[in-house]
């Protein structure tokens, strides 16, 4: 698609495979702006409240932009209501655009889209939700056996994508609990790692978001048995959601969700309060 000068809007796309392009666009007309301003991504995020990695995941078209960002964009850029004009056109492209999950994580994933809770616990990695671009690219090269190129970049937008239930309002109360080990691993390398410690501080700022850190110097360790996710779509039963080594279980029986959800507890109970997980996420960022 041919760049275009920020007075010329892009018509939205009348084909599915086209909405991806028009994302694109808007993204390519979100950077003109920007740089017109003068303004980095992380000047222009810190101004509107998003983080470095949001403005550079939608400058790509790989987020989609929502109506507030636009509207806020508009205004700080002096776009003259070209990105407020946009918004209708974004939403049906954003309706129209193919996420392709792997056939086994689509039940949780149209389930997560309906989420008004949901609660992780995590031993390996960042939550999925909560990962920057960049540290869930390297989850997906590393995996073995090793994913092609083009599966890669599919499930990297795929993971992209689920994040804008974040930032819609009503926003999911999220709550993750997250072990120190998580904090420490340097997947991606120093500046992958530091980039999603940033992330997480972020997040974590957020009113509708609480991460909790479980410490390495925990005694009584209440979830040994592995990770898991809880969630509660919107009038629906809570239901849970356990992954390991490429076998998943949407887990709906009332009683196996409740004693995950009665462990769930006891580890919050266990881990660093919100706040002096926040501390210890910087603490680390600081040693790197």
Known sequence: MR?????????????PEGATDFLRAIGKQVKLLRERAGLTQKELGDRLGYGEDQISSLERGRRTPQPEFLDAADELL????????AKEDVARAKAKARVKHPEWFRDYARLELEAVELNFYSTLTVPGLLQTEEYAR???????????????????AARLARQQ???????????????ESVLRRLIGGPDVHQGQLKHLLY?????????????????DHAGMDGPFILLTPKGRPQVAYVEVQNVSRLITDPEEVRILSARYGSIRGQA?????????????????
Do not use: H, N, Y
């Open 138 to 156: 390297t989850t997906f090269t590393v995996r073995q056996p090793l994913f092609d190129e083009e599966t890669i970049e599919q499930r990297v």
């Open 165 to 179: 239930i974040l930032t819609r309002w009503p926003a999911p109360m999220v709550c993750a609990v997250i072990e």
């Open 78 to 85: 002096g776009a003259g209501g070209l990105l407020k004009a």
């Open 203 to 219: 997040l974590g700022g957020l009113r509708s978001t609480t991460i909790q850190v479980l410490p390495l110097a925990c005694e």
């Open 3 to 15: 760049d275009r000068t920020p007075d010329q809007r892009p018509e939205p796309p009348d084909d």
């Open 272 to 288: 660093l309060s919100p706040r002096e997980s926040l501390v210890l996420i910087e603490k680390t960022l600081g040693e790197r």
